[in-house]
């Protein structure tokens, strides 16, 4: 159990995550990504909604991805409070007042805009539609990458 407890090489993490995306595909049919989780919760939210984000939608065929949005969750947790040498808190002090919680609320409500602008997050363009050699996928991924260094280096040092 002693390996497991102490970091994993960055390369044996890429090519678990990586395998993911084929054997997801393999095994369930299914597209690896987790915006599909936040629309999928908006349509369960509003079942008789008269938009067609939310009335078009397949709660049924698309309930999965809250199932995987929770495990992914209860991982996290499970693997920095029981699987890590040194457990890390659920938020840094920093996050624990009224500016840190306007801070991710702000954060969020901006992730959560350009997932959906961008047609999909991430994960799903940088692991799966990159893995399907797709073009804009490969052109949002470098995007995010920019936008994040921006974002690091940029406005990271003024708000924090």
Not at 73 to 91: C, H, N, R, W, Y
Not at 108 to 117: A, E, K, N, P, S
Request: aromatic share 14%; proline share 5%; glycine share 14%.
């Amino acid at each position: 159990m002693q390996w497991l407890m102490q970091p994993w090489p960055w390369w044996l993490s890429g090519i678990l995550i990586g395998l993911t995306v084929p054997l997801l595909y393999l095994l369930a049919g299914k597209a690896f990504g987790i915006s599909t989780s936040l629309q999928e919760i908006g349509a369960l939210c509003s079942p008789h909604s008269k938009l067609e984000y939310f009335s078009k939608f397949d709660r049924k065929a698309n309930l999965w991805t809250i199932v995987f949005a929770i495990g992914i969750a209860i991982g996290a947790f499970v693997a920095t409070q029981f699987l890590s040498a040194d457990p890390k808190p659920f938020l840094p002090a920093s996050m624990e007042s009224v500016s840190g919680a306007i801070k991710l609320l702000v954060g969020g409500f901006l992730i959560g805009f350009g997932t959906r602008y961008a047609g999909g997050c991430t994960s799903g363009h940088s692991i799966t539609g990159i893995a399907n050699l797709n073009w804009p996928s490969l052109l949002a991924t470098v995007c995010f990458f920019a936008g994040g260094l921006a974002v690091t280096w940029g406005l990271g040092g003024w708000l924090f």
